[in-house]
């Protein structure tokens, strides 16, 4: 009798293995594009299945393409850098870094704004139409950690009325303060003036992720600010993004 109960167990996990929905996506989830003038780096980073062997193809900005350096240095086949920052429920988090020549940084100097749209290529799918956030050396800025929240005060420069407040490529939620109070846009600042920036659940999806601020005035002006994210990803979170792509 026990004989026969521990194979009906052993046929139950089976069955319950080829019937249990496994990790599936229709093609690769890029879930952070970003150039750092800095580090002199394109950094992707993306979510597949754990058992898809992808890898990285090609950058297309316009009609230029940028390249990561690939293990048998032809301009195809598996990169070199391609390095697996989270594994989830039969998914993981890739990230792939593309160096970038002093010519090759030039480039973007003609790009104005945060944001430029691009094309991401992997191996065996359409490419990903997505944005790219430039991150700029000058508009680095420092935040402070608080519990689930990165915070950053802005200081006006110079007296402004602020048309609105946003940020690139990130899921966090944003609000702001000023004195206690959220102001209802548009509003006044003087020079020197502060306000409180909190951004709820800004979870890291790279090794050196960063969220973009801007800030717009009605006098035209545009003032961007990078934040580095810390706060590490919650568990089941990547079969939540594959889910919602579905």
Not at 38 to 58: C, F, G, P, Q
Not at 63 to 89: A, C, H, M, S
Request: glycine share 6%.
């Amino acid at each position: 009798m026990k004989k026969w109960i521990g194979i009906s167990i052993v046929l139950l996990v089976v069955v319950l293995y080829f019937l249990w929905p496994k990790a599936s996506l229709d093609g690769p989830i890029v879930v952070s594009a970003q150039i750092d003038e800095l580090a002199k780096t394109i950094t992707i980073s993306y979510i597949t299945t754990k058992n898809d062997k992808t890898y990285l193809m090609e950058v297309a900005v316009d009609e230029k393409e940028f390249y990561p350096i690939r293990t048998d240095g032809n301009w195809d086949g598996e990169t070199e850098t391609t390095g697996v920052l989270v594994t989830q429920n039969g998914y993981e988090l890739r990230e792939d870094v593309i160096k970038l020549t002093e010519e090759e940084l030039t480039y973007f100097d003609k790009y104005t704004g945060g944001a430029l749209p691009v094309d991401i290529s992997y191996e065996n799918y359409a490419p990903v139409e997505t944005i790219l956030i430039v991150l700029r050396a000058d508009e680095t800025a420092e935040g402070v950690v608080e519990e689930d929240r990165l915070r950053y005060t802005f200081t006006a420069p110079d007296a402004m009325s602020i048309s609105s407040i946003g940020h690139y490529d990130s899921v966090a939620f944003l609000s702001y303060s000023q004195n206690g109070i959220e102001p209802k846009i548009l509003f006044k600042m003087e020079q020197g003036d502060t306000i409180d920036l909190f951004f709820s659940n800004p979870y890291k999806m790279g090794t050196r992720d960063s969220l973009l601020l801007e800030i717009e005035t009605i006098e035209g002006k545009q003032y961007m600010r990078h934040l580095e994210v810390t706060a590490q990803l919650p568990d089941g979170y990547l079969k939540q993004i594959a889910e919602e792509h579905q």
